[in-house]
């Protein structure tokens, strides 16, 4: 991956930075502003919230609560909510058809990763066209810590985010869409966040290229079991995406990496064998 800064703003369309923040990835988007930080950090809007109900007496609650003569229970409240948190999840659950696209998708992209590092000698593992960019090896090794970051940020601050009502299927098109065409577009230059840098972590690019596919497979099953995908959103460059878009980003990032993976591969000095 180039190490740049901001590509110009062209278009009209925003310009792209990345960044870490702690051990989590985010991204941030900006048009001349300064780059917002903290998408996934702390405070973020989960534990703000969270710091809220924590704040609250629900004993105090309860007593403002009245049916006839009895007084509401609290656990009546915490039970209604949790049936409508319930109820939000599955009235947004991802279609099966969504489902079976995403899959496809996922082991598309991992295909095309494969058939860019199949067969590749020591030469072309390492090659660089140039000192500040990234080789064959090293972009296998991000894609492969990405896989597991991408999934984690889903699992962990996605989908322990609060259920939020349900979008339109308008809405919903328009940022898979998104995703899916923002994301691999290569003329937007963007910077490998830290935690993400190659550090030779799994030893060998055959070992990167083994565990980026054992990271996909887990990020498949994660998709194929797990219920309310679209219930619950989360901050991202292009807006709120759900979780199913945080998987469908997760297939977007490796094709982006393929198509630099064939830029490498079409450089003249690229070695035969």
Sequence with gaps: MKQMGVAPRTG????VSVDACGNHWYIARHGGEPVRTGFFGLPNAVQRLVGVFNSV???KFSRGWKTGMKRFPAGA???AVALASAASAKAQDVSQAEKDRALQYLESTKKGV???TRGLSDAQWTFKSAPDRWSL???IEHLAAAEDMLRGVTQEQIMKSP???ARSVEEIKKSDEAVLTMVPDRSHKVQAPEPL???NRFGSPQEAQKHFVESRAATEEYLKSTPGLRAHLGDS???KLDGHEFLLFTGAHSERHTKQMLEVKADPNFPKS
């Design 12 to 15: 009209g369309q925003p310009n």
């Design 57 to 59: 007496s629900f004993a």
């Design 77 to 79: 409240v915490l039970i």
């Design 114 to 116: 494969l058939d860019a």
């Design 137 to 139: 090896a090293e972009l």
């Design 163 to 165: 259920a939020v009502p």
């Design 197 to 199: 840098k190659p550090t």
């Design 237 to 239: 460059p292009l807006g």
